[in-house]
């Protein structure tokens, strides 16, 4: 059975850190994202990455966030830098060309 569990996320100061965590259970993390929905915006891609290639980025995280995987964990992750209000939001792992069920996502709130 396919689960997607994220953690990770919290209240944190502008210009801080944080480490999200996606723990994929059933499936090859081969070709995963890590997903953002703001506040009253719909859900979008902000960081991909596949095996053999180089991570791909949203503009407006390029720089400041960078996506990761353990395979041995069959974990993904995503460490955000340089945090700003506007990354405030729910954040998702899921693929990328297949789309497994959502989880429950983490809460990331950045204050200014």
């Known amino acids: 059975q396919v689960q997607l569990k994220e953690s990770g996320g919290k209240l944190v100061q502008a210009g801080g850190s944080l480490r999200l965590s996606c723990v994929a259970s059933?499936?090859?993390?081969?070709?995963m994202g890590w997903y953002r929905q703001a506040p009253g915006k719909q859900r979008e891609l902000i960081a991909g990455?596949?095996?053999?290639?180089?991570?791909n980025y949203v503009d407006s995280v390029k720089g400041r966030f960078t996506i990761s995987t353990d395979n041995a964990k069959s974990t993904v992750y995503l460490q955000m830098d340089s945090l700003k209000p506007e990354d405030t939001g729910v954040y998702y792992c899921?693929?990328?060309?297949?789309?497994?069920?959502w989880g429950q996502g983490t809460q990331v709130t950045v204050s200014s």
């Open positions: 059933g499936i090859h993390i081969n070709s």
């Open positions: 990455i596949t095996s053999g290639e180089s991570p």
């Open positions: 899921n693929g990328l060309t297949r789309y497994y069920v």
